[in-house]
């Protein structure tokens, strides 16, 4: 009997469950862009050392082309296409936009997506590597955006205004989370 | 990529079965063994997934002691209170190494056996006695630098690439197992064997071993522990140097010191010879610098690697001093 080397999953991607027929050696990088049609998500390296391909999986960012789509089972993705409702983009993407984050625009949606995971590890008091004391938690300056972001290439070097970008977000969530609790900084 | 079959595997029994397979590989995280699947290094013909193992948690025991599961990603460990209160030292080590996004897929067992990224080991067109046993070592007189200064032989002069490794070193470490032959366990230091003319051979594991959890015993001068890692860049690269470090000092004496290498050997490198001498001696920069020597003097650099002795040696005296000058 040969060995089975395929298999068959259900993948929610941006909100809806996508039934995949796989090759085991799809990645969930070939399945977003070939399988799926969602392109937004780019190959940059296909070994994980770019970051161009990074999504996120159950609200957690990762990169794609080292994911296994096989291994993927009931897990939740969501790709650059999903972070917009409709018409109204997502405050990371309008970011990028308004203070000009991105040049070729290749990495960009990489980028964003990390972002989004970035705030969000922020939000739940993660350290980083630039993190003076990591007993306690600290404040989102440029110097912890770089390094959290340090996973993510710009061979046009639009990194000056991505961090401008991810700190602009960071800063607005900051003040509607101040309003919500009585404006106590 | 060859063809593999796939097994998300729902207990540690099943998956210490399927890996009676000599052609199995487990699958965590998958930041390093699926690179090496699409570079053709590593081609099994299945994928052990061990994600549903239940072996995510972290637990503090009574004794004090952290009891680390397997599939626990670096991201939680690092995040994780008592690991930051407790042993700074393991959570810079994994804040260093590595992204964000790599952090989050990788786990705490995969960083364990990951395999060195010397590029003659990754490129399969390349002789590589770790890879192909026998068939020569081209790094040895290559002018790619980068390579280990302690722990080589004639075989192989690889760097082990692990940080969270060399921490775990410091804080002696305990790495639970499951394989046929049962449960076992093995100190972190013993784990990664020394590579002599076997460089093919990389742990003391026995054949179809799971690793399920990792244990850092109590240890009073961790609190005060740190890790440092010098690079060519400040973020997203593999350490020239790097070192974990933890000292108590009482009245001025060293009563503990706990010293563990990274960048520089084949496997994590718990420097024994330096702790000898700190441990009863006056804390001070001149005893930082005989420790560390006496630990170096078992260096055995090639010219394009002279560089990370004293690289090496200035890094520990400065990290020594660092933790020292806060303990006052």
């Not at chain 2, 799971?210 to 890790?227: D, G, K, N, Q």
Request: with cysteine; hydrophobic share 40%; proline share 4%.
């Amino acid at each position: 009997m040969s060995p089975k080397t395929t298999g068959s999953l259900t993948l929610k991607v941006n909100g809806s469950d996508r039934s995949l027929s796989v090759d085991h050696r799809v990645t969930l990088l070939d399945a977003l862009r070939e399988h799926l049609d969602l392109t937004g998500t780019k190959r940059g390296c296909d070994h994980g050392q770019c970051g161009a391909c990074t999504v996120l999986i159950d609200g957690r960012r990762v990169l794609s082309c080292l994911q296994l789509a096989i291994a993927l089972e009931g897990r939740s993705v969501t790709t650059i296409e999903g972070l917009a409702k409709g018409d109204e983009l997502h405050p990371m993407q309008q970011a990028f936009l308004s203070l000009d984050g991105y040049q070729c625009g290749y990495c960009t949606p990489g980028q964003i997506c990390s972002a989004v995971g970035v705030l969000q590890e922020h939000a739940e008091g993660w350290p980083s590597a630039v993190t003076e004391n990591v007993a306690v938690s600290t404040k989102l300056t440029n110097a912890e955006i770089r390094e959290r972001m340090s996973g993510n290439l710009c061979r046009c070097a639009a990194y000056v205004h991505i961090v401008e970008a991810v700190a602009s977000v960071a800063a607005a969530q900051h003040e509607q989370q101040g309003e919500r609790s009585g404006g106590t900084p | 990529m060859k063809p593999f079959e796939y097994a998300a595997a729902a207990s540690v029994e099943e998956a210490v079965a399927l890996l009676a397979d000599p052609a199995s590989r487990l699958l965590s995280g998958g930041t390093n063994l699926v690179d090496l699947m699409k570079l053709g290094v590593e081609r099994p013909s299945v994928l052990v997934d061990t994600r549903r193992l239940a072996l995510n948690n972290i637990e503090v025991r009574p004794d004090g002691a952290v009891e680390i599961g397997a599939t626990v990603t670096n991201s939680d460990l690092a995040a994780h209170p008592e690991i930051r209160r407790r042993f700074p030292a393991i959570t810079q080590a994994v804040l260093a190494g590595a992204s964000g996004q790599i952090r989050n897929m990788a786990t705490v067992g995969g960083n364990l056996l990951q395999r060195t990224r010397c590029s003659y080991f990754t490129d399969v067109a390349s002789a590589c006695n770790k890879r192909v046993p026998g068939s020569g070592c081209p790094a040895i007189r290559s002018e790619r630098d980068g390579y280990a200064i302690l722990g080589t032989s004639s075989h192989c002069i690889a760097v082990h690439p692990s940080d969270l490794c060399v921490a775990l070193a410091a804080f002696d470490a305990v790495v639970s197992f499951v394989s046929r032959d049962g449960a076992g366990e093995i100190p972190l230091v013993d784990l990664h064997v020394p590579v002599g003319d076997t460089p093919h051979v990389e742990t003391a594991l026995p054949r179809s071993a799971l690793i399920t959890r990792v244990t850092v015993p109590p240890a009073s001068a961790a609190s005060r522990s740190r890790y440092r890692k010098v690079r060519e860049r400040a973020s997203y690269a593999f350490a020239l140097a790097s070192i974990a470090a933890a000292l108590e000092v009482r009245e001025g004496i060293v009563r503990e010191a706990r010293l563990a290498f990274g960048g520089v050997a084949s496997r994590p490198w718990r420097a024994r010879q330096a702790e000898r001498v700190l441990v009863g001696a006056r804390a001070d920069a001149e005893i930082f610098a005989r420790a560390v020597d006496a630990e170096l003097a078992a260096a055995n650099p090639r010219a394009e690697e002279t560089y990370k002795v004293e690289l090496m040696r200035n890094l520990a005296v400065s990290v020594l001093a660092e933790i020292v000058g806060e303990s006052k």
